[in-house]
DNA sequence: TGTCTGATCTTGGTATACCATAAGATGACA
DNA sequence: TGTCATCTTATGGTATACCAAGATCAGACA
């Protein structure tokens, strides 16, 4: 029954706490709040997060299944560490991913999805213009949303969002990096050019420049700070 | 509760009772035992598995994350369903990264790799011969296993795997499928060969020949079975 | 004195009981 | 007969208790 009572209040109930739980969570280890292989204890997680253990356990069991947080026998959870060569993989596969829906979508793409990308690419161009790192962050996925979803290919986008995941230090650390800045919005420009122009080999292309440029900076910076 | 098999096994269980619970689970449901769209009530569960909620709920958490279960905002979880525009996409980026992986085999295949992979082979051939379908996922999974594990790509493996449990209905049919049996096993000859060969190209081809086959007779089974 | 043992603490794993809420089923009453 | 209140069921969420395993440290014994 729904009442004035619920309109005034909250809009906050479609989540359940759980996942209320899972995004700050999430968010803590994407933004470096919880460093790279710091332990997750059970009990100062519920202290900290004002909730049970089930929530917790729960949260940690899809943390794990995410990639972002792994379980040592006996020894409990622990944030994931990345090291070059699963980093690499990641790089890999994403590549694989991306080519192909840039790919698609330059071949499918319709008046609608251009307005959108090219939306996309100004979301992009005035978060560097901002400097905001997690802005950028953002932008630059809901600029790669766009290409995949409007090529259909929903579950890989699930894939790379999760791969994106696991990556997320790096990333972050991609996205600020200043040449990156300078040859990046280049580099976005170049995709979306060639999906506007229904280019697919030029579209994949552009992608593959573009995360070659990302891997290659990503492997500098772990190898810089793994030493 | 325990089977015969476990006997041989070790008296200590490194297994904890969730990753018990969840290959059981995860077997119920890739089987068919669990119908696909079909209500999985935790209290029920609990019952039928003799664990308390607290894995039970863990191990939804953890399906639900590999896609193998869906949960409905107040109605709780079910085995997740599959349409064909969702397979499709599965069996796409099975596809880039089977090639790829394939492609990597070949092209740094050792004497050692050639040797897990012919043995691999003739696993299928035999599962062939005793005509089991799960014998026969077995053995291709296997298979499939050496062509990643050997190109290094671990976290491929993990995708393809966790895409295969989505599909595995599917893929149970179509491996049971006559015609497939027939073609599959030269198929799987030609990826071998074309590894043992040290041929990219010829393997990334076979890949895909073999995918596109398994792909067209899963549409054909998932429509006929849709009307 | 050195080592071994055992008590204790922490943490993870498991089980159970309890409450609140939402949705569907059921039955009573106008 | 139709509507509404209630009842049941199942879930989300919480708290708690118990046990097992590993670590740590102190004390006892050779």
Redesign the pocket.
Known sequence: MMTAHDDLKIEQ?P???????LGRMRGAILSGRFASGE??????L?DQL??????V??VIRILEAEGLVE?M?????MVATLDWQRAKQIYDIRLLLEQSAACACAEMADAVTKAKLTEALQGIASAFASGQSLTLAEATTGFYEVIFRSAGQDIAWEIVQRLNGRISRLRALTLATKERNVSGLARMTRIHDAILANHPEAAAQAVRDHLTEAASIAERLLKAEGT
């Not at 989540?15 to 739980?21: G, H, N, S």
């Open positions: 109930m989540q359940t706490l759980r996942e209320i739980v332990r997750l204890v059970e009990r100062t519920c004002g909730v049970s253990r089930s929530v356990r729960e379980t026998p006996n020894r409990g959870p």
